[in-house]
């Protein structure tokens, strides 16, 4: 039984590339399923693709082939991989970082190759297009099960794969110097910072960050109208949250910003 | 057979929360097909989603398993809800009246019931996205045929489900107030006005909005150029509409705006 | 088997409309698969909408059946129209040019029928949305194998279609004036040139417009930070392209905007 794909790029929907990259699967390989993760990664943002599929990593099914483009070394000497994890799932892509974060959350790795063999590719193949050329005409063979991942080409070393680095967060006088790591539709500002970071700074109910004080709630109808709050998020990351509206806007923040947090103040201070 | 899922939420392209739930979808019931009905519904906007829901319903199979999600209760006490119809579709999603308006243009609700089975749900069950953890589990599950309506949690009486309020439009001395139900990509805008109240207040051929008399058209190719005009829409709503253009521009009207809208002025009046 | 269909209009994602012709294609015929190409074609861009077809044709399933809707002439006596194409895929849409360069890359056109026969259509057909009462349930038959595209009306002329005018460039003195066919989401800026253009104004490996010469890279990645360079597209197209950038912002350029190109300047001359 075919595998379905999962597809993850930062192609955008006003163009047709990620189109044509489903075209082409539909071509090799007509019994498959591709299921759109999203397509609207920021151009060229590696480590946003990676954090993406990270967290989407644990809800794929155990069969899924990872189709993956965020390539900005598209028709450089940069190699093109096809990952397998000990969950199941199989990767491919670019080996830039962008699979990284999801072979981690699948387990592992459990094995890695290099793209090699022409007849699995595009003929002639493209300088610029290889989702096109390269990844989906790969990830399709791989789904149809026409070709096994060990048969892409030579096996590569797992050490010399490119990872992506996640910023840590920065303990520093007071407090802690976060990452924003996203900034999603509804304005919540998802930070680099987990659970354990908050139990390492004694934060529990509440934080700081400026003039702003925020209480923890549990879920978004949990809020005062009007009212700005943290959360842990669905993918485990603390995020700041406002009522009926942008945490984002309401702090000024956006993807990379560092902000500032720390417990709240006791009583009388200030 | 699997019933084929038409999903439409507020979760956007922009961020991986609609391709997550595809991919829980695809982890239960390999064999279901999902068909983005849309998720730009605006964040948190219920009424939006079930005007939309209500205007595709009669277009939808009638095995379909609609899994809908505009859902700013959740983690709340707010219901999950399972809704049978007369016609056929099954609706899944939160007990806030966004699936109101579909169950009565599929010939009303036949069945309700609430989504109380823990072993049908993603565990643990988050607090901040039910979409992936509640609704998709579930809607996969009926779908797949796993589960019938009945077996997903006790019956809910239909009384006690929330039902969304479809603005009327209000007739004042010399007119009608209309509400914008929406503006879609064209700028055409649609009024909460149907065929019904245009013959209520004598209007035929020709409708003014402040200094702007707009003729009605049948199809958008007849208006001529720059001219503004008004049609019954597809969806049975009178539209506003503007050749080449956005009406909505034109006329400086956003969802939720009201309009005061009256029959043609006599010749040599004003 | 059922013919998979190939997607694309001018809907958008934001309004449900794509999504109400997806549910028409499932209940006519629930085993055909749709692939989307786009949605985000400009508003009744009836060029753009042929240019992206045709870009794309070349890697269509030989058994697609394309639906295509960029149609400013909905309600009126244009003719909605089945064509055969001499490689395979058959294309269903509006006649006004959408579909020319399609059938011109996918071989030349095999035969051309009007939609006449209302049972094969969603009745009543509205006067403002054919993507769901015409040309959807259309493609669906035809992608379902429920009938030939010789039985949906009578056979027409090919020199009776409509064809898009793809604009040429102009040469000028000392250069070419050209055209920008189409911005992309990385800024990309592709013109209607094609490497024999290049050829005959002599340019190989420098460009000029304005104050900028442009340099030829084969891939995005050989440009040196900051730099604006050009390339053959992976479609053929001459494309203006920048390092991490969009060489449209910096050229201050944007889709139909004419630009005048030249070979480099000789040493010394300025």
Redesign the interface.
Known sequence: MAR?I?F?T???????????C???V??IA?EV????????IP??DVLTGAL?LG??AP????D?VVLAVVD?????ERRAIVVETHRGPVLVGPDNGLLSLAWIALGGLAGAYEVEDPKLL?EPV????HG??VFAPVAARLASGEVEPAQVGRQVAAESLEKVHVPAPTVVRGGVSAKVLGV???GNVELNLREQHLVALGITDAITTGPFTLKRV?????LAPGALAF?V??SGWVALVAS?GSAAVALGLAPGDSVMLGPPRPPGDG
Not at 72 to 76: E, Q
Not at 126 to 129: E, G, L, N, P, R
Not at 218 to 222: L, P
């Open positions: 379905p999962v993850l930062d192609y955008g929907l006003e163009d047709e590339f990620a189109g044509v489903r075209a082409v539909a071509r007509p399923a591709v299921l759109d993760l999203t397509h609207a151009p060229q993406t967290r989407a809800y794929l099914p155990s899924a900005p070394g598209v028709g450089t595009l493209s300088a610029t297009f096109r050329d999603d539709r509804f549990r879920a978004f109808a949990d959360l998020d669905s009926g």
